[in-house]
């Protein structure tokens, strides 16, 4: 369980993470964890509940700030002050709290911070029928049927919502797509969409952080898997050198599981 | 009885106990002459709501309007439109100065300038020397005439203590004044029940009662009783149920026979000292004084 | 029903899920509309109790001059609303820009022009520094604008001592003014020629002595009623608008998503601040003077009318032409009562119960429209 | 794909509901759902997002009043008012939005509504230390290791809040429990805990209702499967009728779904 | 590190992910904390800046009354917001129970005893009106007991006149009172007997003419003490405070839990209300008389004592223990001033400075206690 070198990538990671350390007041939620991104690979973040990966991601994309170690975007070392800058350095989230305002409707939270503009000078407007349009469309894609883009989020159920998110992320995909859980609340129809869509990302060149506790999600489009535990990396391996089984138990830490599984079954 | 209509519109909120005084004064009137009257006042000391309150007024065309005009800057485009357009004008309370020229026929009252002043020389002429002014609502320019009139007519050094209208504020902080400076020899209150029962309280409770004098404007019956006990020395009488009921009796005289004095009626001020405050308390505690 | 319920629907057909609602429906779901209700209901109670004066053209100019006032400081505090922060600081802010104005105008005799861009800056500077005590130090801004509320009004009496002498009113405004071409704009009435012809051909109703009860439309109800109009487009039609929705409905959510909301915050907090000066500069040219109780307690005001409008306290839903129902609501009933002869005794229990029952009406109907249980 | 009678089961059914209706203004969430509930066993309810499953477990729960329909409680209709009626008649439910307050302590949350009292009469106070207790020890069942019981919940990651409210249930577990989407956020480890826990719960003679979009941890605790399609039953299977593909069938709603699968490699 | 992540660790082991906190750290963190930390920078700028008379036994007896009348009121206040409500009307409903008491002893000449209990029975009925509006129409507080600030304003001002025949004072309470036994717990000061014996010995400083300048402790000032101790109990652990925090935090998450939201809130709103008539009696009865302006404003007092004492004011987070502190440092800034030589027209800026400077230093006492960002 030491830290595997792939070898089939080789120029600057798109991201790189060493030794990040977060600490909020007394709980220490990153102990020291080490990570890259490549363009056009998908790492998969796995591990337990309140192992650190919302909180790791969160210190990728701006919302925290580290408390200590080095982050680097194309090699270069940055220090990001808010989401925005983040989200201008290329680097694009959902987040697990998905990160939409229940009161507005879908179309406005699909293009909150990034609205289309009409108009010219001063007078320049949002595009509103452009933007429920590419709403529309976008959430069809996803095989959401939006019976209405001005209905407000809060009245969606938490899989439609969720869908919104990403569909978001990845209409304005930039470098980077990071996606926390994404697929946790997710239909089967809705979980092979998404899963579709991230192969296609990849495949045009971005980098994709995919965190999920679903090994077989996991396995079905990542490359690299880096496993975290208690604040701290287990370790990373690439899809060749890990069968489904061995990422299972490497998550589920342990034989205890085994037995469990066994006794329901084998089926989870 | 024909119908006789007059508005007033004053700058003292309905549960201000002085303007209650003229309030209960107007309602007299009104009983006494069979006309009707509306009395209107601004929640707060507002000049803006009070010069939209008088155009209110002149809209409904009354046959006698009665203002009271604490800023004749601020209403006095409203009094010259009521008198441009025919409608005959009183002022009462404040306003002797502008009256005249924003077109009134006359006014009753007195200077709140005046009766501090009158107050401050009394007072003076007793032996204070340091004096403390509660206003318990700066920025209220009536209040902050009164106090400027008793500094004036006091003469020695007069320090302006401002407080919100919370008796149990007004207790504390005289208290504290007279704990940290103790020159007070003189106390002057803006109003009887609001302010000049807590600072009688407070001298009392220093330990002070006969070595500091108190004064207020206004009555009330427990201040007033303080009068009689020795506590305080006198409270300041505009005979305000007169700054109500006269103009509405001029008003309705000229309404019916086109009567009206011929000058302006002064309606204080009125010293109340010891040997008349016992007759009062009964009227004040009924609010005609 | 069997058939597979993927994409099994082209974008634009319409959803079995839903029920068929009306135009006037999706009408009436509107925040604002609730507040009209409410505006109704008033004008209603108004029409039966009132003297028929209050009705007439120079009437409505009477009770909506005050409602302009009103409603300029509440479009303000709406918006601020929408965006998850209150300003308790208005009232103050227009004696202390009052104070500003009359200072440069009058005390050192500037042009009036000049006084009012002073006046607007200053305000806009206060505003902003408002905005940054709440964004920098993350306390609520209820409680800052409160300390705002009585430092600002301190600073007014102060200033209005030292200004002029040791008096607590500053007069003589209008002298000062002179007769300067921005008086057009920000005093007086609007389009007197036009009401002077209505008047010559009979149209507008006269005194009794013939001179015209109403001699134009005051200029505050024009910059009121701009202002609205202005209000409701950046919020429903401009990325500044989406902003502001985002800011207050979850500012951590909107940070997320790349909304600058502390811009956002400043610059609400800014035009709040610019809108009681605006109220300030309209009421001092008016009046002519201005003093330290100027504009006491508007802040409450403004709040009830921005959430008679239909704004939430807790942010990220509202209007600003609900806050312009609102604000008229208020202004009707303020000076409804004395078109009554209802006893003064009783204006409080009135103006309470007033409030009470439009806001009462306005939930109803915008509950029986969104079919809420 | 029409109703199937189980005949396991014969006795009045724990909670039995019949074309339920529920309207959202024009929304119509629920359009006419029947469904039961006996002791012993476990009906899962799936399908797809927005297809109305929280809707239903809600106006089971007493938070939504139905629009329309029968709903029998051991045979008995009822109609609830607030879920505190639900409870009391042994409705046991896990929200998929959790019903946490962020700002209140783990211990707090867990006993919310069922507080711990000692003391007598009118001095009746909190037994905190006992509450302490119980909280830390429900949740290192669950396999969550809580650093401090007083901690909030809003400091909580996603997968332990969802812990928090799943051990709550289970502790105070009444005649039915009903849990929405409880696994989506819970790690390979929870995920194992709370399959078992079903198990036993359904051993100990409750009934329970799991809504979830994984089929496999449908099919290994479940004992019949109701599928829900926009509002409407697609009908209800029991577990010998039914293979676990047939169900992933049933729930994506197509074949369309086979070929995304085998894009990705059939591991979805 | 291998080993498995499940059940590693017994549960009360030391756990690896926790920076060690001193016992000191915990304490810092409690929202009432930072309040006093607050209370200690205002006493030491008085200490500072005062006549030394300030701190004598007299002057903080003289500063803890005001505060002690603010602060039942803000306690009051505090568990209502809390549990996510906001109250208006209790500056209001000091004047009203005024009036209802002084109606019943005076007027209508009942037994000390009937009168208080009628006057707290009394605004408990008005505090469940107010919360059952709010909680049957799902308007927000703000707003329905704002127009009850109203509402109640006004009917104070009608009741009194009605009960006086025409004035707005209604006097001779203590008459009525008489010497009743209930005097003792709701009037004049306590420990009379200890402190006459005080100085008796010299303990206690005496004016010129010999008379001590304390006779005892007000009794405000207990009932204040004993409510906040109370207050605190319930919150901290009660079954009944669980429920407040629960119904402030998210009302709907509580509702879904089985928490009895309505009845919480009511009771809420007429504790609020209770506690407003705890302080009309106390203050009518050591003045002897009530008047239309009683408890002017003290809505927002109390509110500002509340949010002082860390209170949030969108609910589920703060403490009465800090609402006690923050009266005081509220009651400390209003009497302070006046003990020191700054000019007196500078006290609303004073005021709004000192408010400030509390609120940012408990937070930045807060803040590094936490260790928040
Ligand atoms: N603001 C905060 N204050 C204190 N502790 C926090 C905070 N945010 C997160 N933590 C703690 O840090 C740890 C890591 O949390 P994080 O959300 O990163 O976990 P996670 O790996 O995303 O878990 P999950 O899979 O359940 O979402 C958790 O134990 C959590 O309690
Ligand atoms: N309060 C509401 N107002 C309007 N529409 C609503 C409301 N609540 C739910 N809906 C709609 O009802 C439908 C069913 O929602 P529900 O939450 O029951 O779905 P679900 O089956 O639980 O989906 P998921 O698996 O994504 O959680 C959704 O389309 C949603 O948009
Ligand atoms: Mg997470
Ligand atoms: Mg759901």
Known sequence: MTETQTTSETGTPLIEVRDIVKHFGSVIALGGVSMKVHSGEVLCLLGDNGAGKSTLIKTLSGVHAPTGGTFLVDGQPVSFSSPREALDAGIATVYQDLAMIPLMSITRNFFMGREPLKGVGPFKYMDMAHADRVTRDEMHRIGIDVRDPQQAVGTLSGGERQCVAIARAVYFGAKVLILDEPTSALGVAQTSMVLKYINQVRAKGLGVIFITHNVRHAYAVGNRFTVLNRGKTLGTHTKDEITIDELQNLMAGGKELQDLGAELGGTI | AEDINIIVVSHGQASDPFWSVVKNGVAQAAKDMSVTVDYRAPETFDMVAMAQLIDAAVNQEPDGLIVSIPDGDALGDAIRKAVSAGIPVISMNSGSQVSASLGALLHVGQEEYDAGKKAGEALASMGGKKGLCVNHEVGNLALDQRCQGFADGFGGSVTVLPTTNDPAEILSKVKASLASDGDIDTIMALGASLAGEPVVQAVKDSGMNGSVKVATFDMSANFLQSIVDGDATFAIDQQQYLQGYLPVVFLANNARYGLMPGGNVPSGPNLVTKDKAAQVIDLSAKGIR | ?373
């Open chain 3, 1 to 373: 029903m069997s058939d597979g319920n993927l994409a099994a629907s082209a974008p634009d057909a319409p959803d079995e899920r839903l029920i068929r609602t009306t135009a006037m429906t999706r009408l009436l779901r509107r925040p604002e509309l609730g507040a009209l209700a409410g505006l109704v209901l008033v004008t209603c109670f108004f029409l039966i109790v009132a003297n028929p004066a209050m009705f007439t053209l120079a009437g409505i100019m009477n009770f909506m001059a005050p409602a302009a006032q009103l409603g300029i400081l509440a479009i303000g505090a709406a918006l601020l609303m929408v965006g998850g922060e209150f300003d308790l600081s208005v009232g103050s802010m227009v004696a202390f820009a009052g104070l500003a104005f009359g200072t440069v105008l009058v005390t050192w005799d500037m042009p009036l022009v000049v006084a009012i861009a002073a006046t607007l800056a200053f305000a806009a500077g206060i505003g902003a520094l408002n905005g940054q005590i709440v964004l920098r130090t993350g306390l609520p801004s209820f409680i800052v604008t409160l300390a705002f509320l009585f430092i600002l009004r301190g600073l007014t009496l102060v200033g209005l001592k030292w200004a002029t002498g040791g008096a607590t009113q500053l007069r003589g405004v209008k002298e000062a003014a002179g007769d300067s071409l921005m008086l057009t704009f920000f005093s007086g009435d609007a389009f007197e020629g036009l009401f002077a012809w209505f008047a010559a051909n009979g149209w507008i109703d006269t005194f009794k002595n013939g001179t015209p009860k109403v001699t134009g439309v005051p200029v505050e109800i024009l910059w009121f009623v701009g202002i609205a109009l202005f209000a409701t487009w950046v919020l429903l039609r401009t990325k500044f608008g989406n902003w502001i929705f985002a800011a207050g409905g979850d500012a951590n959510a909107a940070r997320n998503s790349g909304v600058p909301v502390r811009r956002v915050k400043t610059i609400l907090f800014m035009g709040t601040a610019v809108c009681a000066a605006l109220v300030a500069i309209l009421t001092v040219l008016d009046a002519g003077s201005t003093d330290a109780r100027r504009g006491f307690q508007k802040e409450f005001e403004a709040i009830i009318a921005a959430v008679i409008g239909g704004c939430l306290l807790t942010g990220g839903y509202g209007s600003a032409i609900g806050a312009f129902f609102g604000a008229i609501i208020f202004g009707m009933v303020l000076i409804g009562l004395t078109y009554t002869s209802i006893d003064q005794d009783w204006y409080l229990v009135f103006l309470g119960g007033m409030l009470l029952l439009a806001v009462l009406f306005n939930n109803f109907i915008r509950k029986r429209a969104t079919g809420e249980r």
